[in-house]
């Protein structure tokens, strides 16, 4: 593989130069994936700084108003990068209550002059909803009354299709608060105008249903443009893909709003969820919007690197607007090897009911046991049928449960997930546990309840085992409880996997390894031959080019090792003048460099960050205090 090569400048009054070499690889990228999330809307004036640095990523996230204000921008990022995707951002659910002005924001303009006022969320008491400072939030449900044979999602998904995605600029859309429910917001809404506040879960269906219907409408519009969402990881029939965004500052390791176990999940369940091509996107915080913070960048970028997704890191959701890159960044890892499996098998005996084998009901007086459980059969495809009859209410009177299973091993203070299907004969609640099978049947998860509706639905659940330390697979059971109520409900797919991840994460790739320490301790991993650490200036005691077969990983760290030692391009020669426009530098052209970088600092040893990529061999900047410079030669 090639490596970058460069060299140490600085201008401070008079002339210095200093020549190093710190090297980094860079070819045409499989893995890692990047992303950056550009949400301030710029100038033509700013294109020749701004330009050659958003094209060097590999998927653009910008504003909607970007195509119609500055499309020279998106122009010039494709001529440099012909590869990239570039979607055009937009909220689904709310808009600036701040009146946009039609030369700087034409497109907000004319959203707020064609949105009806019957479109707007109303809480019970005819109070406005927002979720996000300064908006105003709109009503996505069915119940929007229609104007001129649109209500709101269906008004905004033709706006979508014929303002922004008729440019050819963009290659998608990036749906940003969509949400699956809506009730978390105010426990005042009043979606359907009937003065009455709505039962929450009645709501939310109504919101993912609007969603949905949506979602729906723009794809049959733009059958080949990607739609990329952000809030949810539910709405997937007809998404390309979705964002996980790092929101909570409060945590410095971990601010998603889901456990690691969670994170980790959903990234390998949507790649199979999405329509192809899949473009899931994960955009993390730095803490105290430190830029330098690599131990936190290396953490996300190497959980990043279990699944798919492509990989961003900025100040966060207050201000996306930073086009900070890492060493990391540059290297080639190539393809994976392996899945990055973190699931573990399903231990539970014939989840899929091909027979009532292994599964026993537990029916207490006075329930009738008669009949209690049957084979049912929905269009070939057989389950649990579980009859509840002469109930006194009490949940454990009747339980569908797997016991005696010597595969059940449960393990202390572990992820697991529990999925099944479920319906019943009324809309109800039944509970879901894993418990002891003996003495006082102590609960081992916390409770887990479960809404059922007339129709199948899948349910899943993440849990943390508790004291399980002394039981054996004997000593666990898996249960249902459904006494409650009398009806009928149906059981099937179920299954409960640990979710690995309280280890060292690794991933092997074509070109090297990525691992990934999400615990809270230190941890020593062996590796089964010699790799070496990348070359790079941002975090030099990590990124020395060192072999290694041994690492140990700080709590919450993440390292990405090759599989070659990492070789330089020649180094450019550097000339340093001082003009009346600025600091101008000039070099000679290195063999097999296709382009150079260009970084600066107030510090001749740290802080580096890249000002400018560029084809040509000359870069002028503008600076009036002290600088230092690298220049660095990509293949």
């Given at each position: 593989m090639q490596?970058?090569?460069?060299?140490?400048?600085?201008?401070?009054?008079?002339?210095?130069?200093?020549n190093l070499l710190i090297v980094n690889s860079l070819e045409a990228l499989s893995y890692p994936r990047t992303l950056n999330y550009y949400l301030d809307n710029f100038s033509i004036n700013e294109n020749s700084t701004l330009v050659p640095t958003l094209a060097q990523y590999d998927f653009l996230i910008l504003d909607m108003e970007m195509g119609e204000v500055n499309p020279q921008a998106l122009s010039e990022i494709r001529n440099i990068n012909p590869e990239i995707k570039i979607l055009a951002y937009m909220t689904v659910e709310e808009i600036t209550t701040t009146y946009c002005y039609p030369g700087t924001y034409p497109l907000r303009n004319q959203l707020q002059n064609e949105i009806q006022d019957s479109w707007w969320l109303k809480t019970a008491n005819h109070q406005n909803v927002s979720f996000w400072p300064g908006t105003r939030m709109l009503n996505c449900t069915p119940c929007c009354p229609e104007v001129n044979g649109n209500n709101w999602t269906t008004y905004f998904s033709s706006f979508i299709t014929n303002e922004i995605l008729s440019n050819s600029l963009w290659d998608g859309y990036f749906a940003d608060c969509l949400f699956a429910s809506v009730s978390w917001i105010n426990s005042e809404i009043d979606c359907n105008n009937d003065n009455i506040v709505d039962n929450p879960q009645w709501l939310d269906s109504q919101w993912k249903t609007g969603m949905e219907n949506f979602?729906?409408?723009?794809?049959?519009?733009?059958?080949?443009k990607l739609i990329v969402g952000n809030g949810n990881y539910y709405l997937w029939d007809n998404l390309n893909g979705v964002m996980f965004e790092e929101l909570e500052g409060s945590n410095p390791n971990f601010g998603f709003n889901i456990t690691w176990a969670q994170f980790f999940y959903y990234q390998q369940m949507l790649d199979t969820f999405h329509q192809d091509p899949v473009y899931n996107l994960v955009i993390a915080r730095q803490p105290n919007n430190n830029p330098n913070n690599y131990q936190h960048m290396r953490l996300m970028?190497?959980?990043?690197?279990?699944?798919?997704?492509?990989?961003?890191i900025d100040k966060g959701p207050e201000d996306h607007s930073d086009t900070w890159l890492y060493d990391e960044y540059?290297?080639?890892?190539?393809?994976?090897?392996?899945?990055?499996?973190?699931?573990?098998?399903?231990?539970?005996?014939?989840?899929?009911?091909?027979?009532?084998?292994?599964?026993?009901?537990?029916v207490h007086y006075p329930l009738n046991p008669s009949?209690?459980?049957?084979?049912?059969?929905?269009?070939?495809?057989?389950?649990?049928?579980?009859?509840?009859?002469?109930?006194?209410?009490?949940?454990?009177?009747?339980?569908?449960?797997?016991?005696n299973n010597s595969s059940l091993y449960f393990l202390n203070n572990e992820n697991y997930l529990i999925e099944f299907r479920a319906r019943a004969d009324h809309n109800r609640i039944i509970q879901v546990a894993v418990s002891e099978n003996f003495g006082n049947y102590n609960w081992l998860t916390s409770a887990i309840t479960a809404e059922l509706t007339t129709e199948w639905q899948n349910y899943t659940f993440f849990v943390?085992?508790?004291?399980?330390?002394?039981?054996?697979?004997?000593?666990?059971?898996?249960?249902?409880?459904?006494?409650?109520?009398?009806?009928t409900i149906g059981i099937d797919d179920v299954s409960i996997r640990h979710i690995d991840i309280n280890r060292i994460l690794k991933r092997e790739f074509e070109n090297g390894i990525v691992l990934c320490n999400p615990t809270s301790t230190?941890?020593?991993?062996?590796?089964?031959?010699?790799?070496?650490?990348?070359?790079?200036?941002?975090?030099?005691?990590v990124n020395n080019g060192l072999p290694c077969s041994t690492v140990n990983l700080p709590a919450y760290d993440g390292v990405i090792l090759l599989s070659e030692p990492p070789q330089p391009l020649e180094s450019p020669i550097v000339t340093i003048n001082k003009t009346s426009e600025g600091?101008?530098?000039?070099?000679?052209?290195?063999?097999?460099?296709?382009?150079?970088?260009?970084?600066?600092?107030?510090?001749?040893?740290?802080?580096?960050?890249?000002?400018?990529?560029?084809?040509?061999?000359?870069?002028?900047?503008?600076?009036?205090?002290?600088?230092?410079?690298?220049?660095?030669?990509?293949?």
């Open positions: 490596k970058e090569g460069f060299k140490l400048l600085s201008y401070f009054f008079l002339l210095i130069i200093f979602l729906a409408q723009l794809r049959q519009s733009n059958p080949n970028l190497t959980a990043t690197l279990m699944g798919s997704a492509y990989f961003g540059n290297i080639d890892l190539g393809q994976p090897l392996e899945s990055g499996q973190i699931l573990g098998d399903n231990p539970l005996y014939n989840g899929s009911f091909a027979n009532l084998n292994y599964w026993q009901t537990e009949n209690s459980i049957l084979l049912g059969n929905d269009g070939g495809n057989t389950y649990a049928e579980c009859h509840i009859n002469n109930t006194d209410g009490v949940f454990w009177h009747y339980a569908l449960k797997q016991d943390q085992s508790m004291n399980t330390a002394n039981l054996t697979p004997n000593q666990i059971r898996f249960i249902f409880f459904m006494g409650q109520e009398n009806g230190s941890k020593t991993i062996n590796l089964p031959r010699t790799y070496y650490h990348l070359e790079g200036s941002q975090a030099p005691q600091i101008l530098l000039y070099w000679q052209a290195v063999s097999g460099a296709n382009s150079y970088r260009i970084l600066s600092s107030n510090d001749p040893y740290f802080g580096f960050q890249p000002i400018a990529t560029i084809t040509n061999t000359n870069f002028l900047d503008v600076v009036g205090n002290r600088k230092f410079y690298k220049v660095i030669a990509i293949p």
